[in-house]
T-cell receptor
């Protein structure tokens, strides 16, 4: 069975702090895809990144970076120098065969105060 | 490109009535659409998968007679909540997947529909 665990329910930081959101996944598939989405209060999901199981390169996009480690089945997300606009719920998700439905973690609510 | 719309964005209905939610892919043809439900402060849970021209596949625990899904065209899927009850109040989100030709297997999410049943 596939499963995504986001152990951190809520995180509160002050602006400019760095914050890491953890994601641990379980799957028996050899090919799979991992995602991160941001859900602001409006509710609309904002796609942040997709990674396939064969690409363990870490990725950096502006203040965002992702660390994918197959050895620990983790796909963690770090926001550097957090800003108030980063406040949202962040979901990690997993899918198997390309184009199949996503399995979401329970989400981590990030609150960034000024 | 790859825009998915949902209509309505918010709907309030009375208990016992039915409500239809539309999910449209605006600039691509979607062979598959997914319907998710999100209760307040919870995760997104897959309700059903619909393929154009065939019956939807429902996840365990989702009543297919209550949540009617129709995917009659390559750009439109509808979810009808029949005989709605307050416990059906939720945020419903669809996603659409283009055809797999050319390796296109991305999913694109709609903005969601907030249903409140009074």
């Amino acid at each position: 069975a596939q499963k995504v665990t986001q152990a951190q329910t809520e995180i509160s930081v002050v602006e400019k702090e760095d914050v890491t959101l953890d994601c641990v996944y379980e799957t028996r598939d050899t090919t799979y895809y991992l995602f991160w989405y941001k859900q602001p209060p409006s509710g609309e999901l904002v796609f942040l990144i997709r990674r396939n199981s064969f690409d363990e390169q870490n990725e950096i996009s502006g203040r965002y970076s992702w660390n994918f480690q197959k050895s620990t089945s983790s796909f963690n997300f770090t926001i550097t120098a957090s800003q108030v606009v980063d406040s949202a719920v962040y979901f990690c998700a997993l899918s198997g065969i390309p184009g199949t439905a996503l399995i979401f973690g329970k989400g981590t609510t990030l609150s960034v105060s000024s | 490109g790859a825009v998915v719309s949902q209509h309505p964005s918010r709907v309030i209905c009375k208990s016992g009535t039915s409500v239809k939610i539309e999910c449209r892919s605006l600039d691509f043809q979607a062979t598959t659409m997914f319907w998710y439900r999100q209760f307040p402060k919870q995760s997104l849970m897959l309700m059903a998968t619909s393929n154009e021209g065939s019956k939807a596949t429902y996840e365990q625990g989702v009543e297919k007679d209550k949540f009617l899904i129709n995917h009659a065209s390559l750009t439109l899927s509808t979810l009808t909540v029949t005989s709605a009850h307050p416990e059906d109040s939720s945020f419903y989100i669809c996603s659409a997947r283009p055809g797999t030709s050319g390796g296109k297997f991305e999913q694109y999410f709609g903005p969601g529909t907030r249903l409140t049943v009074t």
